[in-house]
T-cell receptor
Framework: NAGVTQTPKFRILKIGQSMTLQCTQD?????MYWYRQDPGMGLKLIYY???????DKGEVPNGYNVSRSTTEDFPLRLELAAPSQTSVYFC?????????????FGPGTRLTVL | SQKIEQNSEALNIQEGKTATLTCNYT??????LQWYRQDPGRGPVFLLL?????KEKRKERLKVTFDTTLKQSLFHITASQPADSATYLC????????????FGRGTSLIVHP
């Protein structure tokens, strides 16, 4: 299994541009998440999904959108990028609704908005 | 409001000693508490999970304790090695049929040879 894969690894955007961060998992996990991590800070939950077709907001959803059309894919869309969205973005997945085994994280996407 | 606290200062220890990291929380009743390891430039890696009705859990050189009265978890690495140097994150999960963990900021551990 490849686990959780994310593309791209790095990206520089200009203010006002849009982009989609891709996330795919091959473990047949129901739960998927998007987090952002700023320097010296913890992971902040942006959006999550409990299954295909179901998404919900996390702690910091403003400026982002998600979709979950398949179990495997959970893309994160940034519309009208702002400097405040400069961060490292992590996608994660889990197959247990009881949290018994923890989450599997992707390698991250480092985004800079200038 | 809910709060998870981990030491923001790095923990420096000598190789072979036991490292102890702390995770405190307030206004929270987690059903599960997890510990992750994060290396620079990488995503977190799950290490251990402990349930609210468990006092202690071990895995090889790792030991986690969970005191719901003190609202605290301790994470121990025995016989520490320089390769254990990383940032360690705790995450709290309220349970109740959903798995939406909240993460602390993490504590950096530096093991000196």
């Amino acid at each position: 299994n490849a686990g959780v894969t994310q593309t791209p690894k790095f990206r520089i955007l200009k203010i006002g541009q849009s982009m989609t961060l891709q996330c795919t998992q091959d473990m047949n996990h129901n739960y998927m998440y998007w987090y952002r991590q700023d320097p010296g800070m913890g992971l902040k939950l942006i959006y999550y999904s409990v299954g295909a077709g179901i998404t919900d907001k996390g702690e910091v959803p403003n400026g982002y959108n998600v979709s979950r059309s398949t179990t495997e894919d959970f893309p994160l869309r940034l519309e009208l990028a702002a400097p405040s969205q400069t961060s490292v973005y992590f996608c994660a997945s889990s197959y247990s609704i009881s949290g018994e085994t923890g989450g599997y994280f992707g390698p991250g996407t480092r985004l800079t908005v200038l | 409001s809910q709060k998870i606290e981990q030491n923001s200062e790095a923990l420096n220890i000598q190789e072979g000693k036991t490292a102890t990291l702390t995770c405190n929380y307030t206004n929270y009743s987690p059903a599960y508490l997890q510990w992750y390891r994060q290396d620079p430039g990488r995503g977190p890696v799950f290490l251990l999970l402990i349930r609210e009705n468990e006092k202690e859990k071990r895995k090889e050189r790792l030991k986690v304790t969970f005191d719901t009265t003190l609202k605290q978890s301790l994470f121990h690495i025995t016989a520490s090695q320089p390769a254990d140097s990383a940032t360690y994150l705790c995450a709290l999960d309220p349970g109740g049929g959903s798995y939406i963990p909240t993460f602390g900021r993490g504590t950096s551990l530096i093991v000196h040879p």
